[in-house]
């Protein structure tokens, strides 16, 4: 499934003339922009890219397409547990959320009330656009209760970390999620990541194809338990939402 929806890579670039590249929290102005990208192992040219990177990549851009991806994707989820599964506990495009599956419903939503939505009977344009907003929005009323479920799961495993401690042993002091209720609840904890504060070190490499060497590189970096509450996020509560132009 990897190969078709995408990897998921925290957003990375390193700008001129630094010597360490900038991760995650750096690269973000506004906290409804992209901290993860979705990377397909089997595609390298420019354009081609994996489904939900093209999907987060149209979004508020090329909303009809984006509608239209999404449809086809919830569709896919409709008819595969598996794949469901695989979606929803994705991490998140964007700070503000705590799953990749958050955003539909609002997103969905907004689209809907869109007002040139009413000009469906007489423009065609719109009248597609209202066509797949309506087959997008049925797929999704009839994912609710897998989604529930997942949810469901994700809850349980949260309170038994709480409670033994054994994993994320420092997520009770150190999240805003323990005590607020407005913090989308989710396991297992995503985390913000910001400034690398060493040099990279090489834990892995492997030379032995003459075509191919693997290397594998460990850094450090700050970090902190992301607390979303799908508008924002509390552990960064500086950083803005941008808003639309219109």
Same mark, same amino acid.
């Given at each position: 499934?990897?190969?078709?929806? %995408?990897?998921?890579?925290?957003?990375?670039?390193?700008?001129?003339?630094?010597?360490?590249?900038?991760?995650?929290?750096?690269?973000?102005?506004?906290?409804?922009?992209?901290?993860?990208?979705? &990377?397909?192992?089997?595609?390298? %040219?420019? $354009?081609?890219?994996?489904?939900?990177?093209?999907?987060?990549?149209?979004?508020?851009?090329?909303?009809?397409?984006?509608?239209?991806?999404?449809?086809?994707?919830?569709?896919?989820?409709?008819?595969? &547990?598996?794949?469901?599964?695989?979606?929803?506990?994705?991490?998140? =495009? *964007? !700070?503000?959320? $705590?799953?990749?599956?958050?955003?539909?419903?609002? !997103?969905?939503?907004?689209?809907?009330?869109?007002?040139?939505?009413?000009? *469906? =009977?007489?423009?065609?344009?719109?009248?597609?656009?209202?066509?797949?907003?309506?087959?997008?929005?049925?797929?999704?009323?009839?994912?609710?209760?897998?989604?529930?479920?997942?949810?469901?799961?994700?809850?349980?495993?949260? $309170?038994?970390?709480?409670?033994?401690?054994?994993?994320? &042993?420092?997520?009770?002091?150190?999240? *805003? %999620?323990?005590?607020?209720?407005?913090?989308?609840?989710?396991?297992?904890?995503?985390?913000?990541?910001?400034?690398?504060?060493?040099?990279?070190?090489?834990?892995?490499?492997?030379?032995?194809?003459?075509?191919?060497?693997?290397?594998?590189?460990?850094?450090?970096?700050?970090?902190?338990?992301?607390?979303?509450? %799908?508008?924002?996020?509390?552990?960064?509560?500086?950083?803005?939402?941008?808003? &639309?132009? !219109?």
């Amino acid at each position: 499934m990897e190969w078709v929806f %995408g990897v998921p890579e925290v957003v990375s670039r390193k700008v001129y003339g630094d010597s360490k590249s900038k991760y995650g929290l750096e690269l973000v102005d506004r906290i409804n922009e992209e901290s993860m990208k979705f &990377s397909s192992p089997i595609l390298f %040219g420019a $354009a081609d890219e994996a489904l939900i990177a093209q999907i987060v990549k149209c979004k508020g851009r090329f909303d009809v397409q984006c509608i239209s991806c999404l449809k086809e994707l919830l569709s896919l989820m409709r008819k595969d &547990s598996q794949i469901a599964r695989f979606v929803f506990h994705l991490p998140p =495009a *964007a !700070y503000q959320c $705590a799953r990749f599956t958050d955003w539909f419903r609002p !997103y969905l939503e907004e689209q809907l009330a869109d007002p040139s939505i009413a000009s *469906a =009977a007489t423009n065609q344009y719109f009248r597609n656009k209202y066509d797949l907003l309506a087959k997008a929005m049925s797929h999704l009323e009839a994912l609710e209760p897998t989604f529930a479920e997942f949810e469901k799961e994700q809850q349980e495993k949260l $309170a038994l970390c709480l409670e033994k401690k054994e994993q994320f &042993s420092d997520l009770e002091a150190n999240w *805003a %999620g323990v005590e607020n209720p407005e913090v989308i609840k989710h396991f297992p904890p995503q985390l913000i990541v910001g400034k690398q504060v060493a040099d990279e070190r090489l834990v892995f490499e492997d030379d032995k194809d003459p075509l191919v060497k693997v290397e594998i590189f460990e850094l450090d970096c700050e970090y902190g338990y992301s607390a979303p509450t %799908g508008m924002f996020n509390l552990q960064v509560p500086h950083v803005e939402v941008r808003a &639309s132009a !219109y």
